[in-house]
């Protein structure tokens, strides 16, 4: 996967990314759009936060949106995805209406969830997005039942299962990749290392290095990569996914990347230095992949411009959306604990 | 023409009921540790993985948390699971799974989903498998909204039950007695469905309702047996789904015998039968009463290995006779 952590430029002397070679500039350029889309649903949610629109809590993955895009790039809606409590940017990557988040966000009926999950809890089933998970390490499994699934089913697709370096550290990670490992799924582990589990640094929580090391114990492959290049994410997913359709097992994706955000909105950033968070702020992977693109000449910069108009349209009616929308009837309270006979 | 009705075992009925299920349906598939060629810990798959193969007879790793998440994502996936915990006290090892995911996967994420599985768990105790091999745990899986639990006490409902639970949309929680295994029964050949959220009355009775679950329901229609030859008149009824609750024949029943007793195998402090006597209370039944409300239950102990100490710490049928006669006679 080349020099992971490196932050420098191509050049266009340099051979082209693999993933540049197998998606169109159509697509490349819908990854570039869905990566902006990701961020300003992000920063619009945190402001919506602010002024008291939304409740609860969010965990934001400003910064990490290239693991989310770079992963979806060789996914169809037939593939399926396991997302975290850190899932916003999973979930658009897999084609999900920002208007339906805002929607759930605000707690809405016409929320992704009718306001019953809200922003812990998203799904898109239709486009094969399980839902994101309220627990570290919970949609490990699942993904693997997923996996199970489509192998019984003789379903020739795969399933992308997103989690922290944090969930590494739990049993579940451990006994789930041993079975997809064992009964050879098409499952891709993709692991976003973002250096903390909430405030605990990796360093403190884990007995490797990095978490692709352990890949070795469930004999599948394990690679790092610049969770920040979108290139190099797709690349590696593109690999990985191709293995799993045909049928020759799981492998784990380490992406090194960084939350710029706090964990959630409770953080009071009292584990890591503003230089190291500014350190990050400078290896943006939005203004990483523009600067590529146009280095080498696969959009040009009205393009680019366009699609950053188009985000913000489209962010800003998914917002109008999600507040005309209805909330839900108190009296429908229980409704879909159980399914009501057909 | 006339059903085919054979005696079979409850373990027997069981995997009946599972053959029949994969037969029917190929989406069925059965996992857990050591279900395959050794057939169970209990012998209820029995010799299943030759009928149907490993690929739908599934061997897993000893990893209950992770054996429960891949059946809730199976189910997801368009699968039916049939999960087999080797004793119902590993669920303890899946509770994250059957809990926070396979209840509430549904209601969170709107009711775009269902999550069709079946959970079975060997529990209770009388086997000298001691603390951590012997609990009633399925009051616990009561509590949580999503799921439902059946405790079949019949080989008939043992089949009926699984069928109607591998059947349901929903995550359905199976507990088997382990000493009823090979208790014998009529059982017919046909497949069929006993509807989860229904009791039955298995002895009616004139001067008391005792509501029982699992194997207790053979103690009380023993110590019905040993109190009709006083001349007391005990109903006995099976209360077979612990949820959802079927309020109805419980509270039609107590309205006509005016006494209630719940015995119960899991630890009395919050057990089924403290439920059960709740929502008596509560109901219109409550001022039918003429005696108060009575539960036996475990000791508040764990299940201990030697055996005169293990049958103390779950009700008897000399506890149940003494309780029933207590409450008939107004010497409570």
């Not at chain 1, 050879?184 to 007995?207: D, H, I, Q």
């Not at chain 2, 009928?51 to 699968?79: K, N």
């Not at chain 2, 509590?143 to 405790?151: A, E, F, I, M």
Request: glycine letters at 10%; a negative charge; charged letters at 25%.
């Amino acid at each position: 996967m080349g020099d992971a952590m490196s932050n420098s430029l191509r050049v266009a002397a340099d051979p082209l990314p693999l993933a540049y070679t197998l998606l169109s500039r159509g697509e490349v350029r819908d990854c570039l759009r869905r990566m902006i889309l990701i961020r300003l649903f992000e920063e619009n949610a945190e402001q919506a936060y602010m002024r008291g629109l939304i409740h609860g809590t969010m965990h934001l993955s400003i910064g990490q949106e290239a693991s989310a895009v770079g992963m979806g790039a060789f996914l169809t809606d037939a593939d399926k995805i396991t997302s975290t409590h850190r899932g916003h940017g999973h979930c658009i990557a897999k084609g999900a209406d920002p208007a339906r988040m805002f929607a759930e966000f605000f707690g809405k009926e016409t929320g992704y969830c009718h306001g019953r999950g809200g922003s812990m809890h998203i799904a898109d089933v239709e486009r094969g997005n399980l839902g994101a998970n309220g627990i570290v390490g919970g949609g490990l499994p699942i993904a693997v039942g997923a996996a199970l699934a489509m192998k019984q089913r003789r379903q020739p697709n795969a399933v992308v299962c997103f989690f922290g370096d944090g969930a590494s550290n739990e049993g579940a990670f451990h006994e789930a990749l041993n079975m997809a490992a064992l009964w050879k799924l098409p499952v891709v582990f993709v692991c976003e290392n973002n250096k903390y589990g909430m405030s605990t640094s990796t360093e403190r929580s884990m007995a490797v290095k990095d978490v692709a090391d352990r890949a070795v114990a469930y004999a599948m492959p394990g690679v790092i990569v610049d969770g920040n290049s979108f290139a190099d994410v797709a690349e590696a997913g593109y690999h990985a996914l191709r293995r799993a359709r045909a049928g020759e097992g799981p492998s784990l994706i380490e992406c090194k990347t960084y939350r710029i955000r706090g964990h959630s909105r409770s953080d009071r950033n009292r584990y890591r230095t503003k230089e190291e968070i500014e350190s990050w702020v400078r290896r943006d992977p939005i203004v990483h992949l523009r600067e590529e693109l146009l280095h080498l000449g696969l959009l040009a910069a009205e393009e680019i411009a366009a699609a950053q108009a188009e985000a913000e349209a489209e962010i800003a009616s998914a917002i109008e959306y999600a507040r005309q929308s209805p909330a839900p009837r108190v009296s429908e309270l229980t409704r879909d604990v159980y399914t009501e006979p057909a | 023409m006339d059903a085919v009705v054979r005696e079979l075992s409850y373990a027997q009925a069981l995997q009946e009921a599972m053959a029949q299920a994969m037969e029917a349906d190929e989406r069925v598939f059965l996992m857990g540790e050591d279900i395959g060629v050794y057939g169970g810990a209990f012998q209820v798959t029995g010799d299943l993985v030759h009928r149907f193969g490993e690929s739908r007879v599934m061997d897993t790793p000893i990893a209950e948390l992770g054996a429960a998440g891949v059946a809730v994502g199976a189910a997801l996936g368009g699968s039916r699971p049939v999960l087999e915990f080797q004793f119902s006290d590993f669920a303890t090892l899946g509770m994250e799974q059957i809990v926070n995911q396979a209840a509430k996967i549904r209601f969170m994420l709107g009711g775009r989903v269902s999550v069709p599985l079946v959970m079975r768990f060997p529990a209770g105790s009388g086997t000298g498998a001691a603390a951590q091999h012997s609990q009633s745990l399925e009051a616990w899986f009561a509590h949580v909204p999503g799921l439902k639990v059946v405790q079949p006490a019949t080989p008939y409902d043992a089949k009926g039950l699984l069928l109607a639970a591998i059947d349901d949309p929903d995550p359905v929680m199976f507990f088997e007695h382990k000493l009823l295994y090979k208790m014998r029964g009529p059982v017919p050949a046909e497949p069929y469905r006993v509807p989860i959220g229904t009791a039955a009355v298995m002895r009616p009775g004139r001067d008391l309702t005792i509501v029982a679950t699992s194997i207790m329901v053979h103690r009380a229609l023993e110590a019905a047996a040993t109190l009709a030859d006083e001349g007391l008149d005990v109903e006995v009824i099976d209360l077979r789904t612990l949820r959802p609750m079927d309020r109805e024949t419980i509270i039609a029943s107590v309205s006509r015998t005016t006494r209630l007793l719940c015995v119960y195998e899991g630890v009395k402090t919050l057990g089924i039968g403290t439920e059960v006597s709740a929502m008596v209370a509560e109901s219109e039944a409550f001022d039918r009463l003429d005696a108060p409300i009575r539960r036996l239950g475990g000791a508040e102990c764990p299940i201990p290995y030697n055996p005169d100490l293990e049958r103390a710490a779950v009700p008897q049928v000399p506890d149940i006779v003494a309780a029933a006669r207590d409450l008939i006679r107004g010497a409570v």
